[in-house]
């Protein structure tokens, strides 16, 4: 049967083709449908754990007990997950396991641009990267007899081009795969000194027979064609190639930890020019150099973001590309702002009214930084907003923290966020934190979490109590308010930020796009005769709310989901309701 597959789905049907019965994720662009999609299937077991880390543990426990598991995560995941991952890397497997890394070349979504190819080679464990949705299915598949044949846990890298592009896939049937017997081995799964020193030896022999594999496995291909130009080049990138370049030999890499050797050096031996066209680091360019082979890379193509056949074409001489549709004005910039109605609004409408300094974290409401609201100073990695607040108050004292709060949101602070309160309560902070919690893992396209009390099939489940949570922690002082009331958090914070001991204001309404989430029965309008077009309510960023230069007044439009944040703002009650 052939279908559009988007290339996240067509890993998920590749894992459960392939027979694996397990897989866990923490949601995170561009990686998140790859195990909500696995979920669908009969038969399987899936879940929405804490973080990545957490994710990859429960794989590695399903992994040893026999099954096969699918383990995914964006690029930056890995980073929470690297430490299991490591161990694990030592360990070998049982079933096989594969982790999906999703990277984000062009930061669509993420705080950075880091390729986690390096971690195949780091941890020492095979890297495959498919170049389509076709690909991600039957390397998926692959992957899983791969980490069972050599004892390892195996890398699927993608980027977020193959994980949202649609292209043609011919699904099969399921494997009958038998769950591998669980044997107790100590020497093997327990990461003791001892122990792992004689794993150590093992994952060598299995890297060395893992390059010899690469010779000769049909992921690594020759298309030879004009020898006058050769291409090493792997994963998305051999699209815009194949694009670019249609007569030039190309050397396509589908596993890309370990290369080649030999391979690689036949082909160069073969053509008169070489080029490596990779996006984000020059891991193959690297490598390819160190074995003494003449080779074009980075010097003329960028570090930065991703690449494009016009790209390749521009910076390399390839193929003059057919004129293309160009519209007659330009397209007016349109940054990313909040829903119309989002709780988060009217956090950070009080933040910068009040000039705090907030230490912030990921999620929505990192859209809270940019203009017009300006209400973020700082962003550095999910759950990071605690401790980043904490570390301001010890360098400069308790003036400092009494004007600086933590935001964090309630997905985030599950993910991460807890281990830096405790942290606060233990080395006797005084930080105000703000958890903004909407019921729910907005971002990445309303996924549940252990503060919801649905799992990922929708199941009820045992829901974490967030006010009892931090409580139990040690915060003394914990309120609740409704965030679009400003008027009591205003006065909220004005309390806690004065108290010299921890505090935690949890922000609680859900996210306005949540289903069933419940609409005002109300309607919001301007009163053209007492609007005087000051503009403070379009000062708070709603979409709900436009101003009409001709006539210097405001008004509200129909994307209006009548929140009432702009009626607190106005200061001449210019903004009224009605009921519907």
């Not at 890298?157 to 038998?178: F, Y």
């Not at 130009?229 to 694009?243: A, D, R």
């Not at 008169?272 to 193959?284: A, H, N, R, S, Y």
């Not at 709060?405 to 703000?434: C, E, Q």
């Amino acid at each position: 049967m052939k279908e559009l597959m988007i290339g996240n789905a067509a890993i998920a049907r590749g894992a459960y083709e392939a027979g694996a019965t397990v897989a866990t994720a923490y949601p995170g662009t561009p990686s998140t449908e790859i195990v909500s999609s696995f979920a669908e299937f009969p038969d399987v077991y899936a879940e929405w754990a804490p973080n990545e880390k957490v994710a990859l543990e429960v794989g590695a426990g399903a992994s040893i007990a026999g099954a096969r598991t699918l383990v995914a995560m964006k690029h930056v995941g890995v980073n929470v997950a690297a430490d299991p991952l490591y161990s694990f890397s030592y360990t070998g497997v049982n079933g096989g396991l594969v982790i999906v890394s999703a990277d984000d070349p062009g930061l669509h979504s993420s705080q950075n641009e880091q390729d986690n190819r390096g971690y195949g080679r780091f941890a020492k464990m095979p890297v495959i990267e498919p170049s389509d949705s076709q690909e991600a299915l039957d390397y998926t598949k692959l992957a899983f007899e791969i980490s069972e044949q050599f004892d390892t846990m195996v890398m699927l890298r993608i980027t977020m081009r193959l994980a949202h592009s649609q292209t043609m896939v011919e699904t099969g049937a399921k494997q009958d795969v038998p769950m591998k017997e669980y044997k107790k081995n100590a020497a093997k799964y327990v990461m003791l000194p001892g122990f792992a020193k004689g794993r150590h030896v093992e994952v060598e022999k299995s890297l060395q027979q893992l390059q010899e594999y690469a010779e000769t496995t049909p992921l690594n291909r020759i298309e030879m064609n004009d020898t006058g130009l050769g291409i090493i080049t792997s994963g998305v990138p051999y699209q815009y190639v194949k694009e670019a370049f249609p007569h030039a030999s190309i050397l396509k890499l589908g596993l890309v930890n370990p290369l080649p050797q030999e391979l690689i050096k036949s082909f160069a031996a073969q053509v008169d020019k070489l080029f490596v066209v990779e996006e984000l680091e020059p891991v193959i360019e690297e490598q390819v150099k160190s074995w003494g082979i003449e080779v074009i890379g980075k010097d003329q193509l960028t570090l930065l973001g991703e690449y494009s056949t016009e790209y390749l074409q521009q910076q390399l001489g390839g193929q003059p590309m057919p004129p293309g549709f160009n519209l007659d004005k330009q397209v007016p910039a349109r940054p990313p702002l909040l829903c119309a109605g989002c709780p988060h609004r009217g956090v950070f409408h009080v933040l910068r009214k009040m000039r705090l300094v907030v230490a912030g974290d990921i999620g929505c409401y990192t859209l809270g930084a940019i203009a017009p609201l300006e209400g973020m100073d700082t962003c550095i990695c999910m759950g990071a907003s605690i401790g980043t607040a904490l570390g301001m108050e010890k360098a400069r004292g308790p003036e400092f923290a009494a004007k600086t709060v933590a935001v964090i949101g309630d997905s985030t602070f599950v993910h991460s966020g807890i281990t830096g309160l405790i942290d606060v309560v233990y080395n006797g902070g005084t930080s105000t934190v703000l958890i903004l919690d909407n019921d729910t893992t907005a971002m990445t396209g309303h996924q549940d979490h252990p503060a919801t009390g649905v799992t990922i099939t929708k199941q009820p489940t045992n829901k974490l109590d967030i006010e009892a949570l931090v409580k139990a922690i040690g915060v003394k002082n914990v309120r609740v308010v409704d965030p679009l009331k400003i008027s009591e958090l205003e006065t909220a914070l004005k309390e806690e930020l004065a108290r010299r001991e921890p505090s935690v204001i949890i922000c609680k309404r859900p996210c306005v796009l949540l289903p069933g989430t419940p609409k005002p029965n109300r309607k919001i309008y301007v009163d053209a005769e007492i609007c005087n077009g000051c503009k403070s309510c379009i000062r708070v960023g709603c979409t709900g709310v436009t101003f009409q230069d001709e006539e210097k007044k405001a008004q509200i439009n129909d994307g209006c989901i009548a929140c009432g944040l702009c009626e607190q703002v106005c200061k001449f009650d210019a903004i009224k309701q009605t009921e519907v």
